[in-house]
């Protein structure tokens, strides 16, 4: 565990209906779901509060790539999504290829006797687990933080100006 940094993660699962919230203890032992927010204008303040509660060193948040590892339209959400949350909390953000985590979640429901139409409630959070344990496990074997960190803003955003 050399080399791992000591401290609350918080895991996100963009989506366009929904964000899956996930989070670790400060060791780093489990990660474990906390929230399925609505997607909405309010989705990132409802983050913020969460943060707040957690007092989290950096939040994960799932890079939706193709099979490929190209972008895709979600790509681009779920950058945009991370560089306002890292705005408005001023927590760091670190980006993480989420290929198969939703598809992971989904089978491991099943696997625990749940459909997909009775896990819709709880997927999101579930892929956020599996994103965040996936982060915690790379940081621990490899002493190096998983994913790429968002570059902070030179400027606040338009609307952040007075």
Request: aromatic letters at 2%.
């Amino acid at each position: 565990m050399s080399g791992f940094r000591r401290g609350v993660r918080i895991g996100i699962d963009v989506g366009k209906a929904r964000v899956g919230v996930a989070r670790c203890d400060p060791d780093g032992m489990l990660a474990v779901p906390v929230e399925t927010v609505p997607r909405s204008d309010t989705s990132l303040v409802r983050i913020a509060e969460i943060a707040t509660e957690y007092e989290p060193l950096e939040f994960v948040v799932g890079l939706p790539v193709n099979m490929q590892g190209a972008d895709t339209p979600s790509t681009t959400d779920a950058r945009e999504f991370a560089a306002a949350l890292q705005r408005l909390t001023g927590v760091s953000v670190r980006m993480m290829d989420e290929r198969l985590s939703t598809v992971t979640a989904h089978a491991a429901l099943r696997s625990s006797g749940r459909n997909q139409r009775n896990s819709r409630s709880i997927v999101d959070q579930v892929a956020a687990v599996v994103l965040l344990q996936h982060a915690i496990d790379t940081e621990k074997s490899t002493g190096t933080p998983a994913g790429v960190a968002v570059p902070l803003d030179e400027e606040p955003p338009e609307h952040a100006r007075t």
